[in-house]
């Protein structure tokens, strides 16, 4: 069946490295969503990105979708502690109507100050 | 607006009970779901509905039931708890449209159940 695989599952920084989670989807994706889920809470949207190979930044955040539209990857520059949490991609889901998200498994991010 | 709100925070029931984990939300929105987050897992669909009267199975929708019988409301009910329903619920919504695109989701707080 589609899946929707994240890697690495855990990341552990010193604060001011660089951090970076691939999201790779077994089916061509028409977009890829992003989420962080602060420990504890649930999880919040961050990104959409609907073009090939296209590139957006949110600050120090930057999201790609891959050409191909099967991966993608967020990139976060000089990582803070407010950055921890775990990072979600999402793609829609096959397998029922409009507007179903299948989800990777995430990767935790934890930052050491 | 108070967005998707959901309740109760934290439940424990023991094997066999049923209870309804209720969620609600004001953004007039006509897309709703259920998830369950379960350690490592990621996050799994449950059940979805696409408007009022209308809803539909996701990836793991066995042991749940759902109904929606008004814009804002989308409860899910656990029909006889077996402990792998141990799981953290969230519920969410979204806009729309008939041309299969996926919007922005809101996530609720989120549900904390346990079965013994």
């Known amino acids: 069946g589609q899946q929707v695989m994240q890697i690495p599952q855990y990341q552990h920084v010193q604060e001011g490295e660089d951090f970076t989670t691939y999201c790779n989807s077994s089916?061509?994706?028409?977009?890829i969503q992003w989420y962080k889920q602060r420990p504890g809470g649930h999880p919040v949207f961050l990104i959409q990105?609907?073009?090939?190979?296209e590139v957006k930044k949110q600050k120090r955040l930057t999201f790609q979708f891959g050409e191909a539209k099967k991966n993608s990857s967020l990139h976060i520059t000089a990582t803070q502690t407010t950055d921890v949490g775990t990072y979600f991609c999402?793609?829609?889901?096959?397998?029922?109507?409009?507007?179903?998200?299948?989800f990777g498994k995430g990767t935790k991010l934890s930052v050491k100050p | 607006n108070a967005g998707v709100t959901q309740t109760p925070k934290f439940q424990v029931l023991k094997t066999g009970q049923s209870m309804t984990l209720q969620c609600a939300q004001d953004?007039?929105?006509?897309?709703m779901s259920w998830y369950r987050q379960d350690p490592g897992m990621g996050l799994r669909l449950i059940h979805y509905?696409?408007?009022?009267?209308?809803?539909d199975q996701g990836e793991v929708p066995n042991g749940y039931n759902v109904s929606r019988s008004t814009t804002e409301d989308f409860p899910l009910r656990l029909l006889s708890a077996a402990p792998s329903q141990t799981s953290v619920y969230f519920c969410?919504?979204?806009?729309?449209?008939?041309?299969?695109?996926?919007?922005?989701?809101?996530f609720g707080p989120g549900t904390r159940l346990t079965v013994t």
């Open positions: 969410a919504s979204s806009l729309t449209s008939g041309g299969g695109s996926t919007y922005e989701q809101y």
């Open positions: 089916t061509t994706l028409s977009n």
């Open positions: 990105l609907v073009k090939s190979g």
């Open positions: 999402a793609g829609p889901w096959s397998g029922g109507s409009q507007g179903n998200l299948i």
């Open positions: 953004m007039n929105h006509e897309y």
């Open positions: 509905s696409v408007g009022a009267g209308i809803t």
